[in-house]
């Protein structure tokens, strides 16, 4: 089936240690996004890419990191500067035009403990 | 700067009823699109519609349907005889409308509907 799969949906990692969050599209979507949530802090953009080996910061970049080597992965790794990782991230992609549906995974949850 | 507005933050009806998501936005840009999510509690966020601005015409799909007001910058959504399976956190979100542009999204309105 087509779409964006994200993994693992459920992680926990201690503290001081960094982590990968894996999203995968078959959808030859050109454009991938990396998007935390919080309770009642809607989505927020930590990072995108338009093409391959190459990215862009998004609102909250920081204590994030993220590669673009091939068009259809686009995994983000937490770091452990990242002061609070706890929260859900969505992966998402698009195709090219001004204006086109974005497609979200389903969601990797993260708690530090 | 863009911005979304969902004043509401949860709402409560219970089945059968009609209720309407408020979703206010802000762009300086003269051409835009805009989009409605539902997320239910297994996480993943669900395209619901997309708008774009010179598209004024309300649109209805089953017992949606949405008003796209741009004289006060406003796109609701009101959902007919609700159920159950309607609960969930609804997402407004407003993108430009070049190349690759991002979404930027309301913080949510949470819909409870009681049986």
């Known amino acids: 089936d087509g779409g964006i799969t994200q993994s693992p949906k459920y992680l926990f990692r201690k503290e001081g240690q960094n982590v990968t969050l894996s999203c995968e599209q078959n959808?030859?979507?050109?454009?991938m996004y990396w998007y935390r949530q919080d309770p009642g802090q809607g989505l927020r953009l930590i990072y995108y890419?338009?093409?391959?080996?190459?990215?862009q910061k998004g609102d909250i970049a920081e204590g994030y990191s993220v590669s673009r080597e091939k068009k259809e992965s686009f995994p983000l790794t937490v770091t452990s500067a990242q002061k609070n990782p706890t929260a859900f991230y969505l992966c998402?992609?698009?195709?090219?035009?001004?204006?086109?549906?974005?497609?979200f995974g389903e969601g990797s949850w993260l708690t530090v403990v | 700067a863009q911005k979304v507005t969902q004043a509401q933050t949860e709402i409560s009806v219970v089945e059968k009823e009609d209720v309407t998501l408020d979703c206010v936005y802000e762009?300086?840009?003269?051409?835009?699109?805009l989009f409605w999510y539902k997320q239910p509690p297994s996480g993943e966020l669900v395209f619901l519609i997309r708008?774009?601005?010179?598209?004024?015409q309300n649109e209805i799909s089953g017992r949606y349907s949405w008003n796209f007001q741009k004289s006060t910058s406003s796109f609701n959504f009101t959902i007919t005889a609700s159920q159950v399976v309607d609960s969930a956190v609804y997402f407004c979100?407003?993108?430009?409308?070049?190349?690759?542009?991002?979404?930027?999204f309301g913080k949510g309105t949470m819909l409870l509907v009681s049986p």
């Open positions: 762009t300086r840009d003269t051409t835009y699109y």
């Open positions: 708008r774009n601005s010179f598209d004024e």
């Open positions: 959808l030859n979507h050109d454009a």
């Open positions: 979100a407003l993108s430009e409308a070049q190349g690759y542009s991002t979404l930027t």
């Open positions: 998402a992609s698009r195709t090219s035009g001004g204006g086109n549906t974005i497609y």
């Open positions: 890419s338009q093409i391959v080996n190459d990215f």
